[in-house]
T-cell receptor, first 115, second 115 residues
Framework: DADVTQTPRNRITKTGKRIMLECSQTKGHDRMYWYRQDPGLGLRLIYYSFDVKDINKGEISDGYSVSRQAQAKFSLSLESAIPNQTALYFC??????????????FGPGTRLTVL | AQSVTQPDIHITVSEGASLELRCNYSYGATPYLFWYVQSPGQGLQLLLKYFSGDTLVQGIKGFEAEFKRSQSSFNLRKPSVHWSDAAEYFCAVGASGAGSYQLTFGKGTKLSVIP
């Protein structure tokens, strides 16, 4: 039983379409993150949220938006998808009660292809 | 801004051989360092982390890493590799500024294990 779930796991869409990736967690963590992974580039931070009312841009936020609907839910949207947003997207969570640099727990990833 | 370099893109070792994966970081203050492993089709799992104290850190699955401030390195080691260790390994550095938090990942080292 996964603590961090992502839906969908795979998605193929067309250029210009709006798409939403969803992340849910049952770990009770207050912090949530969205990363994208590209071959040879590692993981890059898109957005992060320290609580429901706190949203912050990461390294590569252009072309993306997020919504923290509840402590357990953090969604990533591509308003108008473009091919170079084809990547593997990961959601992660962490617990601030353990200190600032507590471990981040990752979901299984969503593979997005934009044609 | 912090950065992480993993000089080896791909390493191949024989099962039972020793392993060392290199990681060099750049950060102006005391770094917070992590090693994550990503098995094929999976999310990332934390192997070990260094915050302070003993510079030799033990992790899960028989891995260890040594923090060397003078070399700005945090190399991952395992004395005897198992076939199940074939995966991609990511080094990451955590840093803060102006109350924010970001985890910066290296580009990863893919490990192949020969039976």
């Amino acid at each position: 039983d996964a603590d961090v779930t992502q839906t969908p796991r795979n998605r193929i869409t067309k250029t210009g379409k709006r798409i939403m990736l969803e992340c849910s967690q049952t770990k009770g963590h207050d912090r949530m993150y969205w990363y994208r992974q590209d071959p040879g580039l590692g993981l890059r931070l898109i957005y992060y949220s320290f609580d429901v009312k706190d949203i912050n841009k990461g390294e590569i936020s252009d072309g993306y938006s997020v919504s923290r609907q509840a402590q357990a839910k953090f969604s990533l949207s591509l308003e108008s998808a473009i091919p170079n947003q084809t990547a593997l997207y990961f959601c992660a969570t962490s617990d601030s009660r353990g200190g600032l640099y507590n471990e981040q727990f990752f979901g299984p990833g969503t593979r997005l292809t934009v044609l | 801004a912090q950065s992480v370099t993993q000089p080896d893109i791909h390493i191949t070792v024989s099962e039972g051989a020793s392993l060392e994966l290199r990681c060099n970081y750049s950060y102006g203050a005391t770094p917070y360092l992590f090693w994550y492993v990503q098995s094929p089709g999976q999310g990332l799992q934390l192997l070990l982390k260094y915050f302070s104290g003993d510079t030799l850190v033990q992790g899960i699955k028989g891995f260890e890493a040594e923090f060397k401030r003078s070399q700005s390195s945090f190399n991952l080691r395992k004395p005897s590799v198992h076939w199940s260790d074939a995966a991609e390994y990511f080094c990451a550095v955590g840093a803060s500024g102006a109350g924010s938090y970001q985890l910066t990942f290296g580009k990863g080292t893919k490990l192949s294990v020969i039976p």
